[in-house]
């Protein structure tokens, strides 16, 4: 059993603020981190609004955790969410962490699992704040998984970028570009870059509908991109 396989990942889903077509790509993903053995949904399950998560929770093994509206308006799942994330953090035998959310409430939990060198991966919409979504190590807009699955052919190609390619993107990759070593023909390896850029902010490739850095990568004429007989891929920029 590799090392990836052995190690332990929890996926804390907020019910009220995530959806549940989500969950077989969010799985997918967190693959990357290890075997999620933990998955946990929270919410009042008497709201009708649930059902869709209710449906679901015997056929992925996830485990309802019930949490009653305290106040009219209010509700105490993301408290009772915070108290089982750091239960499991100081027990020390999750190796990694993935939050299921569109509420900028779990930016302090977020950060402070990263403080103890833990991953975590943020799962939410388009609209989610940034505060959360910096606070992750990696966040990914979850209608972008469901589009760039549904798009992706079946022979296995990537599949086409679902969102515009802005100038926030291009300068992250820009600046990432620039701080990598490069060789005497301007080229920087695509891993270095990658990481840098990631280390900067909550990049991931798969916002854009795109399954590898590679395939982002030769949509943007900014770049020329070589692969050599290493197996690796070198990222030279053009202009």
Known sequence: MSDIEQRNIALLIDSDNASPSGIDPVLTVLAELGQVNIRRAYGNWRKTSLKGWID??????????????????????????TIDAMDLLYRGRVHGFGIMSSDSDFMPLAMRIRQDGLPVYGFGGAKTPEAFRQACTRFID??????????????????????????????????????????????????????????????????????????????????????????QSFVKRLR
């Open 56 to 81: 679901l929770m015997h056929r992925y093994g996830i485990e309802p955790q019930q949490q009653f509206d305290m106040t009219k308006g209010k509700n105490a799942t993301d408290m009772k969410m």
């Open 142 to 231: 979850v209608n972008a998984l469901i589009k760039a699955e549904k798009d992706t052919p079946k022979e296995g190609g990537p599949s086409k970028a679902s969102n515009v390619l802005d100038q926030d993107l291009l300068d992250l990759l820009f600046d990432a570009y620039a701080a990598s070593k490069r060789d005497d023909k301007g080229y920087a390896n695509l891993s270095e870059v990658g990481q840098r850029a990631g280390n900067r902010s909550s990049f991931d490739t798969r916002n854009y509908g795109f399954a590898r850095l590679t395939d982002l990568i030769e949509t943007i004429p900014n770049f020329s991109v070589e692969r050599r007989g290493n197996g």
